[in-house]
């Protein structure tokens, strides 16, 4: 093993950290806010994506269709919140589930109804398209680089959104005492509309992004939405400290354990067990990560301050 | 008289015998319709509706069922059809690890299955059954077929597939007739959609050549990410890593890429033409190889319904084991454990007219037959 294939590694870890970042950001922020737990989530992230290939496939630009990913997911978002979500707050989290699976479901049925099941086409602009020499002689795609980018750019975003605004400041009064600020004359349900808007946006930024990398499909949310439960579970529900760090543990400890496992094991088996071992292996790191993580800290590394 | 009147009779149950059975025939297909591998199983189901459509019978009946790509949603479907629906023969999955939660029982409870995909080596050797006939191929064929030709320029090569039973036989089989070196054999998760890790490995590993095994959304990520990589070396798989079904979500980064298949639409005979043009007239879009696959499965259940009853199980066993059809394949006959055997093609991506697909460049194998056959004792 090279130092060179090392650092890409590394980098592709956390490249897959920032992206999980983006989805559990909305979803930890819902949470700490409203004290939701939204399933629908990672469909948002798929609505961001059908948007982004659509509105790209339309006007021949990539990045019309991530300002359009970001408008169709806040809008779907605030659409879903006034219609749906704002029903739920008082109910328990058994009931939030139900609805917000079934939504899931409606979402994805919806899509298949507009868009049809076969996967569609959305390509990197050519301005990150191809790959930049690293140190020690490798390459690594300009486009990954730009995600990390733009994940570090949406984390500082969030902290001066949050500890430097007005609505920053209503935020975290929200996510301390719910009731307080509404008796202070805090119209409280738009605060809610527009938190939820926001982690849709991240959301569907996140689905733009990635499905340019990836494909765009029915259900390609779901996988997503798992890792990003990951995540924030890791970080402490509620806190997007949390969820920056969680995000970045999952992403290098998932890369890193695909990796290096089968090699490691391969010291010990045949290489083509090894590989189905140490493949099998690296797919329940991430979860043996969190439950080492839940023993010594139940609530999450960060946990936030009401839960 | 007499003698006339029975010959008209001859003749007209004759020019009849495609349009009605003698008795009813039901068929439940239980296939992939939501998910990310919703793509495989709609153009199995309208490859195989076309086939019935085709055939304007109106004897058959089709009930279809979404397993959505769950084991345990397939076994509840199988058994609902073949309790409360009372299905003679049941088709349709896509997958290896959910055709291996419902085929056995299926044909433990008298049922056919005859497969228009899925085909594990667990079923083609000693565990092969009288009511299990397999459309398709056997799981390992067409990476046996990309093993043979990686022998001709490559001499170390990088394989990978996803783990579940198909991939394990994908790469057995490229092994089975691969005779160079591996620079390295890895398994990924099924549904993976981010393959970093496992490019940064092929780069640093010095192979000249990749073979990799990942059918539907999995293969278009892939495909995707590996050409931002910057990494040049050549990449082949057999025919589901490019079908039809992905291709237009790759894009151009899939052009040039070689893949093994037992058919591609620029198929020179007269079967192959009808069905090519049959499809995009019903469909408006290209087939992909699973639709050609359940095609010929509805082909082959309809030419043995139409001389024998299912309900007598053994002639209605010989005459599918005749396999009687016009496959758009050219060839196609059953080996001894119920499998194809066919010849398989080296094909390569293209673009024409702007749209992108297979274009036939070689012949690897002639009447291949799979490694199982031999243990399978019908």
Redesign the interface.
């Known amino acids: 093993m090279t130092l060179a294939l090392a650092l890409e590694q590394l980098l592709n870890g956390l490249q897959l950290g920032v992206m999980l970042f983006l989805m559990a950001a909305g979803l930890t922020l819902i949470f700490g806010v409203m004290g939701l737990i939204n399933l629908a989530h990672g469909s948002l992230y798929m609505v961001g994506a059908f948007a982004c290939a659509t509105v790209a496939a339309w006007t021949g630009s990539f990045w019309i269709g991530l300002v359009a990913s970001l408008a169709c997911a806040a809008a779907a978002g605030a659409l879903v919140e006034l219609l749906i979500i704002r029903r739920l707050y008082d109910r328990d989290h058994l009931d939030q589930v139900l609805a917000t699976f079934a939504l899931i479901l409606m979402f994805s049925e919806g899509m298949r109804w507009l868009f049809g099941s076969f996967p569609l086409y959305l390509d990197i602009p050519p301005l990150l398209q191809g790959a930049v020499p690293l140190p020690g002689g490798t390459e690594y795609p300009v486009y990954r680089l730009a995600i990390i980018a733009a994940g570090a750019a949406v984390a500082f975003g969030l902290y001066m959104l949050i500890s430097r605004t007005r609505l920053g400041m209503r935020i975290r009064a929200g996510e301390s005492d719910r009731e307080m600020i509404g008796a202070l004359g805090v119209d409280i349900r738009t605060l809610y509309t527009v938190v939820f808007a926001l982690g849709a946006a991240l959301a569907g930024l996140a689905g733009a992004l990635v499905g340019a990398l990836q494909s765009v499909q029915v259900g390609m949310g779901e996988p997503v939405l798992i890792l990003a439960f990951v995540v924030i579970v890791i970080g402490g529900i509620g806190s997007i400290k949390g969820a920056l760090l969680g995000a970045l543990l999952v992403g290098v400890t998932d890369t890193m354990g695909r990796f290096l496992l089968p090699k490691i094991l391969a010291l010990f088996v045949p290489p083509a067990q090894a590989g189905m071992i140490g493949g099998a292996a690296a797919s329940m790191l991430i979860y043996i990560v969190m439950a080492l993580i839940l023993a010594v800290k139940p609530r999450g590394l960060f946990p936030a301050a009401h839960a | 008289m007499k003698k006339l009147l029975a010959a008209a009779t001859l003749a007209l149950s004759v020019s009849t015998s495609g349009l009605a059975f003698a008795e009813p025939l039901k068929i439940g297909m239980i296939t992939t319709?939501?998910?990310?591998g919703?793509?495989l199983?709609?153009d199995t189901r309208d490859g195989f509706m076309l086939a019935i459509k085709n055939s304007g019978n109106k004897d058959v009946t089709v009930v279809t069922e979404d397993d959505a790509q769950k084991p345990e949603l397939a076994v509840q479907i199988a058994d609902k059809m073949i309790q409360s629906d009372q299905v003679d023969i049941l088709t349709g999955i896509v997958w290896s690890n959910l055709l291996m939660a419902v085929a056995p029982s299926a044909v433990a409870q008298g049922k056919f299955y005859v497969s228009t995909n899925a085909a594990p080596a667990a079923l083609a050797g000693a565990n092969c059954n009288k009511l299990y006939f397999n459309a398709a191929y056997q799981n390992d064929n067409l990476h046996e077929a990309m093993g043979e030709y990686a022998n001709k320029s490559y001499k170390k090569m990088f394989i990978l597939a996803p783990?579940y039973p198909a991939g394990?036989d994908s790469?057995t089989g490229f092994?089975r007739y691969y005779k160079g070196e591996?620079a390295?054999?890895?398994?990924?998760?099924v549904?993976q959609?981010?393959y970093?890790?496992?490019i940064?490995?092929m780069?640093?590993s010095g192979a000249d050549g990749i073979f990799v095994f990942l059918p539907g959304?999995m293969g278009?990520?892939f495909m995707?990410?590996f050409a931002?990589?910057?990494?040049k070396i050549p990449v082949m798989g057999p025919g589901f890593s490019f079908s039809q079904?992905?291709l237009?979500?790759?894009?151009d980064a899939a052009l040039g890429a070689k893949a093994s298949g037992q058919w591609a639409p620029d198929f020179d005979n007269e079967a192959s033409k009808k069905f090519l043009a049959d499809f995009q007239k019903e469909y408006g879009r290209l087939p992909s190889i699973y639709a050609v696959q359940a095609y010929d499965a509805a082909q082959l259940i309809l030419s043995a319904a139409a001389k024998a009853t299912v309900k007598d199980a053994d002639a209605f066993g010989a005459e599918l084991r005749k396999a009687d059809i016009k496959s758009p394949r050219g060839k196609f006959k059953f080996n001894t454990n119920q499998h194809p055997i066919q010849d398989i093609y080296l094909t390569e991506v293209v673009k024409q007219n702007g749209v992108l697909t297979n274009k036939t460049v070689e012949k690897i194998f002639t009447d291949h037959k799979d490694a199982y056959a031999k243990d399978c004792k019908i």
């Open positions: 319709l939501s998910g990310g919703a793509g199983g709609i783990n394990k790469l092994k591996l390295s054999e890895v398994y990924t998760q549904g959609t981010d970093a890790a496992e940064a490995q780069r640093a959304g278009i990520a995707k990410q931002q990589s910057g990494v079904d992905v237009p979500a790759i894009g």
